[in-house]
């Protein structure tokens, strides 16, 4: 995966900003489904928009999650999204049946998603408010199924305005017999993530 350069410094700082998100997100989600939770230390990276797609197999590849736009101190665009295989794991553990493909998630497929995902979306804007102290307000978020490369373009085209640099932190989930994984992202609108560390002190 390539990523932008990123010192330690700012590594540490975007790990505990997931820490801090995974923290609260974990007995949230064990209390909404009844399924004990173990989340691993999540991995971070600073990246350009053009190299969001690598996050999975190919740009052609599905993901699924909720989009949300970001006001306050620090605008931008917020997802959370899952690959089409851990999606799976969701649903087959959720509701315990998936879907064939795109053409076959229906409301109750979306909802599952909608729940887990704004859960983590939350909780990981919670954790920067926290660190930065910075007033973030989630507007309510929209559902997304389509190829990595699509979702990603709909993302820029609401916050890049010549932005190009992203905050991402993959979270891998443990459940009993099962692992899946999910991705935070964080497109500011305007500026740079050089607002978010000058935040934290960095």
């Known amino acids: 995966m390539m990523t932008t350069e990123m010192s330690a410094l700012r590594a540490d700082a975007l790990r505990e900003i997931g820490n801090i998100g995974l923290g609260g997100a974990v007995t949230a989600l064990s209390d909404l489904t009844g399924v004990l939770f173990q989340l691993e230390v999540p991995r971070v990276h600073?990246?350009?928009?053009?190299?969001?797609?690598?996050?999975?197999?190919?740009?052609?590849?599905?993901?699924?999650?909720?989009?949300?736009?970001?006001?306050?101190?620090?605008?931008?665009?917020?997802?959370?999204?899952?690959?089409?295989?851990?999606?799976?794991?969701?649903?087959?553990?959720?509701?315990?049946?998936?879907?064939?493909?795109l053409e076959e998630v229906n409301e109750l497929y979306q909802s599952v998603i909608n729940e887990v995902s704004n859960i983590m979306l939350g909780n990981y804007l919670i954790a920067i408010s926290q660190m930065t102290g910075f007033k973030l307000d989630m507007e309510p978020p929209a559902f997304a199924a389509d190829m990595a490369m699509a979702v990603v373009s709909s993302i820029m085209t609401e916050a890049l305005y010549g932005q190009r640099e992203l905050i991402a932190i993959e979270t891998r989930f443990q459940v009993p017999e099962r692992s899946f994984q999910g991705f935070f992202f964080y497109l500011p609108e305007t500026g740079s993530l050089d607002r978010l560390f000058s935040a934290l002190g960095i």
Request: charged content about 20%; aromatic content about 8%; glycine content about 8%.
């Open 46 to 101: 600073e990246m350009d928009t053009t190299h969001l797609p690598n996050l999975c197999d190919s740009p052609e590849c599905l993901v699924v999650g909720t989009i949300s736009r970001v006001e306050g101190d620090w605008p931008g665009e917020a997802a959370f999204l899952f690959p089409w295989e851990s999606a799976e794991v969701l649903w087959e553990m959720l509701v315990q049946m998936k879907p064939a493909g």
